[in-house]
Structure formats: C-alpha cells, structure tokens
C-alpha cells in the first residue's frame, strides 16, 4: 500500500493498493483513475505518486527474491526466465 492525503485533507493520510491505479493525470490538480472506475484527487503531485508506485513495486520485488534465496538457498536467477521449456 502506499499512503496519499485528499486534496484539503493533507493531515489525513489514506493508504492506496497501487495495483488499482490506472492512470495519473495532472489537470491541475493530480486525478487517479482507478481499475474500480473511482477517481481520486490527491495532494502529491503526479511524480511523486509514481516514486511511491516504483517503491512499492521494488519492494515486493525484493521480498520475492529474498523469499526464493530463503527457500532455495540459491542465489537468485538471473536473466529472463523462459517460459516454455526448449
């Protein structure tokens, strides 16, 4: 999840799953359209709602990985992982 504030509710946080973001506009102010068909109006600007969506990518990134080394004891693949075998 990631945290956001409303427009004119900056002092209250809302937590978003970033899965259900669509798109981002800037019209002026920054508009989410969500997977739901809800649009959300909140105080980040359009860049800084993407860094949080690339953050929380990377980090469920990180945890798979640190789950397959932690299961495995292998290190983690590298490269693309077919997906049909040859």
């Not at 799953?17 to 969500?34: F, G, Q």
């Not at 693309?80 to 075998?85: F, I």
Request: proline share 9%; charged share 15%.
């Amino acid at each position: 999840m990631i945290e956001l504030h409303r427009i004119g509710h900056t002092h209250e946080p809302f937590s978003l799953n970033p899965s259900l973001v669509v798109s981002i506009e800037a019209h002026p102010d920054t508009t989410l359209l969500l997977a739901t068909g809800a649009r959300l109006v909140v105080a980040e600007d359009p860049q800084r709602v993407v860094e949080l969506i690339n953050g929380w990518h990377a980090t469920v990134a990180a945890a798979a990985m640190k789950a397959y080394v932690d299961a495995t004891g292998d290190d983690p693949p590298g490269g693309p992982v077919p997906l049909h075998s040859r």
